[in-house]
């Protein structure tokens, strides 16, 4: 598939990895649908990238919610191609704290929004995919997730991160497997420290600091990289079923 032929959903698309990714795929001739929970943000992107874009207000946890704005990205682009999913939440709190044991409810909810949120996206969107016409490669589309090097690298007060992203990880296989017969894609990226809103309320120095851990290039990883990844595996139909690091070659420490 080529980036201008491109009919992508992005969740969590008005901001940070997301938002980079909408801005490739645009800027390259695609389309782009947006869902995220940010009104201000998704409308000023809807607003200057034009008609190739459509924000929608949407929570990928619930069910109804990705139905109807799957059905609508596809009414709005044509088809459904490529997904890339970009929603997710963090939050860092150890198991055994000074004010006690790990909140419940929050793990539950970051496992939700991360892990299944990525799923709900993934089955409803395929569903639609496989209803598409084979390209010259005899593909239907691609799929593409966000886990972390928090999977593999998980640092102390990041069980619930961690494990959210771990789930990403393990299901891109047997998902790659099963949607194979219908020429759909599955590939995940696993990030290591970028650029994104979240550093932003860290002083410069801050974000330096952190940058100087990365081996090489010894600083955030920009936004823009993460889209161009998101390009190669598009355009690449020998991309499958794999979780590529893009991380500067870092290897978290426990804290």
Known sequence: MQIQDCRAIVTGGASGLGEATVRNIVGNGGKAVI?????????????????AVLFLKTDVTKEEDIQRTVSKAADFMGAVNAVVNCAGIGI????LGRNGTHNLSLFSRVINVNLVGTFNVIRLAAEKMITNEVNDKNE???????????AFDGQIGQAAYSASKGGIVGMTLPIARELARYGIRVMTIA????????????????RDSLGKMVPFPPRLGYPA???????????????NG???????AIRMQPK
């Open 35 to 51: 869902f995220d929970q940010s009104e201000e943000n998704g409308l000023h992107l809807q607003e200057e990238l034009g008609e």
């Open 92 to 95: 860092a709190e150890k198991v």
């Open 140 to 150: 239907r589309g691609v799929i593409i997730n966000t886990a972390s090097v928090a």
């Open 191 to 206: 990030p290591g420290l970028f650029h994104t809103p979240m550093f932003d309320t860290l002083p410069q120095e801050a």
């Open 225 to 239: 990289e993460y889209a161009q990844l998101v390009q190669s595996i598009i355009e690449n139909p020998m991309l």
């Open 242 to 248: 794999e979780t590529i690091r893009l991380d500067g």
